[in-house]
């Protein structure tokens, strides 16, 4: 059987202000996001939620050819008033992981770190977006980095993170993405238990139908890809020979991981 091999895309901030270099960490202009949707577009691929990718890895079914997923970390404001309108443009729907303590606010999160302060969409804001056949996904309560705190606070955080998700919305959901990337060896059981079907994390790959479903990776996006950098990270990188190995099973201890995406 052949083993079709797609990419999930992870992306931040499309065109949120940048008035200083600092500004441009995990943002993405309009007019290099609008290039590379238009690129999947005439390639003639369709964009999946990574739900939909989950239930064929769970099937063990192969993953559709030309298809591909879109994520948005953190659900900054500018996912709704700029990307969206764009992917709507082309047809496309995408994956926005929601901190559910911060809906409305902003990536309070980052302040410690000197970060710029960036507006997250609403609950309105998410309901418009579900409405137009994109998936919200979980991201815990309040974005803390999962791999440090005790086995208590990290299901508390993955599991009232969805539950206040699911109140908000009406509907169950069923994607999670771990906080920059960070988890333990427990953490994708924890995810688990709290009753997610799957998760995504920031290491570098393509997603076949082999993967372990709380360990899916991604293909990071940034401020300086235009439609180039973009096919470079996918065919390139994938494949380079320090990749880490995938690991199936979640009886395998895991090292922490930590990632280069610190949001
Ligand atoms: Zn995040």
Same mark, same amino acid.
């Given at each position: 059987?052949?083993?079709?091999?797609?990419?999930?895309?992870?992306?931040?901030?499309?065109?949120?202000?940048? !008035?200083?270099? !600092?500004?441009? %960490?995990?943002?993405?202009?309009?007019?290099?996001?609008?290039?590379?949707?238009?690129?999947? &577009?005439?390639?003639?691929?369709?964009?999946?939620? =990574?739900?939909?990718?989950?239930? &064929?890895?769970?099937?063990?079914?192969? /993953?559709?050819?030309?298809?591909?997923?879109?994520?948005?970390?953190?659900?900054?404001?500018?996912? +709704?008033?700029?990307?969206?309108?764009?992917?709507?443009?082309?047809? %496309?729907?995408?994956?926005? %992981?929601?901190?559910?303590?911060?809906? +409305?606010?902003?990536?309070?999160?980052?302040?410690?770190?000197?970060?710029?302060?960036?507006?997250?969409?609403?609950?309105?804001?998410?309901?418009?977006?579900?409405?137009?056949?994109?998936?919200?996904?979980?991201?815990?309560?309040?974005?803390?980095?999962?791999?440090?705190?005790?086995?208590?606070?990290?299901?508390?955080?993955?599991?009232?993170?969805?539950?206040?998700?699911?109140?908000?919305?009406?509907?169950?959901?069923?994607?999670?993405?771990?906080?920059?990337?960070?988890?333990?060896?427990?953490?994708?059981? %924890?995810?688990?238990?709290?009753?997610?079907?799957?998760?995504? !994390?920031?290491?570098?790959?393509?997603?076949?139908?082999?993967?372990?479903?709380?360990?899916?990776?991604?293909?990071?996006?940034?401020?300086?890809?235009?439609?180039?950098? /973009? =096919?470079?990270?996918?065919?390139?990188?994938?494949?380079?020979?320090?990749?880490?190995?995938?690991?199936?099973?979640?009886?395998?201890?895991?090292?922490?991981?930590?990632?280069?995406?610190?949001?």
């Amino acid at each position: 059987m052949i083993n079709n091999a797609i990419p999930v895309l992870a992306y931040h901030k499309v065109g949120a202000p940048v !008035t200083s270099s !600092t500004d441009r %960490f995990l943002n993405i202009s309009p007019a290099n996001f609008r290039r590379q949707m238009s690129a999947f &577009y005439r390639l003639g691929f369709s964009s999946l939620t =990574l739900a939909n990718v989950v239930e &064929y890895i769970r099937a063990g079914k192969t /993953l559709p050819p030309r298809s591909f997923v879109i994520t948005f970390d953190d659900g900054y404001d500018c996912v +709704g008033k700029v990307a969206s309108p764009i992917l709507q443009e082309f047809g %496309f729907q995408a994956t926005v %992981f929601v901190v559910s303590g911060e809906v +409305g606010g902003v990536n309070i999160w980052d302040r410690a770190a000197n970060k710029p302060q960036v507006p997250l969409m609403n609950w309105s804001d998410l309901k418009n977006l579900e409405c137009m056949g994109w998936e919200i996904g979980g991201h815990t309560v309040s974005h803390p980095h999962l791999d440090k705190l005790d086995d208590a606070s990290a299901r508390a955080e993955i599991l009232l993170g969805k539950l206040e998700i699911e109140e908000q919305l009406n509907r169950k959901i069923r994607s999670f993405c771990y906080p920059a990337g960070l988890f333990n060896a427990s953490t994708p059981e %924890f995810v688990r238990d709290a009753g997610f079907s799957g998760a995504c !994390t920031v290491r570098t790959g393509m997603v076949t139908s082999h993967q372990d479903p709380f360990l899916l990776p991604r293909i990071k996006v940034a401020y300086k890809d235009g439609l180039i950098g /973009l =096919l470079y990270r996918m065919l390139l990188r994938p494949s380079l020979p320090n990749m880490r190995p995938n690991r199936r099973s979640h009886r395998i201890p895991l090292p922490v991981y930590n990632s280069n995406i610190t949001k």
